[in-house]
């Protein structure tokens, strides 16, 4: 069974800093590492991603404060948030393909960034 769990998440004061590890098990062939976040009553949006070349990509809302990282003999990503804001604060699931065509997702780990 594939599972993706993640942990990290909790709760900081704004302009605090968490990190987010996504750690994947059962996953064969584990590629493409994403990080989504959503808010109550809001479509999940993407957050970070790492591609097959390694590079990162990142939403306009994030870019320069958070970082994207893998471990790939881990099946692990992390994600590294600096400069937490207000608006920081939701579920962040991760997501990662296994079995180079089938994708799985988390069960999500809260985030509160406190003004």
């Known amino acids: 069974e594939v599972q993706l769990v993640e942990s990290g998440g909790g709760s900081v004061q704004a302009g605090g800093s968490l990190r987010l590890s996504c750690r994947a098990s059962g996953c064969v062939n584990w590629r493409n590492p994403r990080w989504y976040r959503q808010a109550p009553g809001k479509e999940r949006e993407f957050v970070s991603a790492?591609?097959?070349?390694?590079?990162?990509n990142y939403a306009e809302s994030v870019k320069g404060r958070f970082t994207m990282s893998q471990d790939e003999a881990k099946a692990t990503s992390y994600l590294q948030m600096n400069s937490l804001k207000p608006e920081d604060t939701v579920m962040y699931y991760c997501k990662a393909r296994c079995f180079t065509i089938s994708n799985y997702w988390g069960r999500g780990t809260r985030v509160t960034v406190s003004s």
């Open positions: 790492i591609d097959s070349d390694g590079s990162t």
